[in-house]
């Protein structure tokens, strides 16, 4: 893992605001990988989202459920 690289991408979305504006609309931790790479960062997705720490340096790491949920209910068809 690059944590040293991830570190500094975390601290650099402080005061980027195109890359702040572009992960922001990333659906997935492989995506802002990739726009993260397009800057000169080297992570992975996996890296992001084992990274333990939730709040670092006044960024704040959330992590959303995108799984699918389906409604099997006695209504559903």
Same mark, same amino acid.
Request: proline share 1%.
């Given at each position: ?13 402080? %005061?980027?605001? &195109? +890359?702040?504006k572009l992960i922001s ?6 995506? /802002?990988?990739?726009?993260?790479e397009e800057f000169g960062?080297?992570? %992975?997705?996996? &890296? +992001? ?11 704040? /790491? ?16």
């Open positions: 893992m690059s944590l040293n690289e991830l570190k500094k991408f975390l601290n650099d979305l402080r %005061s980027n605001k &195109e +890359l702040l609309n990333a659906g997935t931790a492989d995506e /802002i990988a990739s726009i993260a960062y080297e992570f %992975s997705g996996q &890296e +992001l989202k084992t990274f333990d720490q939730s709040n670092y340096r006044g960024v704040r /790491i959330t992590k959303q459920d995108t799984s699918p949920s389906y409604n099997f209910g006695e209504s559903g068809n």
